[in-house]
């Protein structure tokens, strides 16, 4: 079963930056369609930014621009780089992995992200 492992998250100050990674230790990582995802307090979960098999990535608007996914598939991870933070990106933040063969959804167990002065 494929499993996914986040890390990275923490507290940051307005303007700072933060690298979210999330490891796969089971199952085809180049068939993945990986992805970040967020949930705030009191909000329903949305997504942040995507990147498929051929590396082409996109984003949610609110974070183009200052977030950049990229994945290492000799690693089997995929990244979030975190840049220029505000207090709006506190969230909860999931890593998600879509077989493109069989369509199943995996999930991480989140991480937190607060952006606070």
């Known amino acids: 079963q494929v499993e996914l492992v986040e890390s990275g998250g923490g507290l940051v100050q307005p303007g700072g930056s933060l690298r979210l990674s999330c490891a796969v230790s089971a199952g085809p990582f180049a068939f993945h369609v990986m992805g970040w995802y967020r949930q705030a307090p009191g909000q329903t979960r949305e997504v942040v930014a995507t990147v498929n098999p051929g590396s082409g990535t996109n984003y949610a608007d609110s974070v183009k621009g200052r977030f950049t996914i990229s994945r290492d598939n000799s690693k089997s991870t995929v990244y979030l780089q975190m840049n220029s933070l505000k207090p709006d990106d506190t969230a909860v933040y999931y890593c998600?992995?879509?077989?493109?063969?069989?369509?199943?959804?995996?999930w991480g167990q989140g991480t937190q992200v607060i952006v606070s002065s």
């Open positions: 998600n992995a879509l077989d493109v063969r069989t369509r199943y959804n995996y």
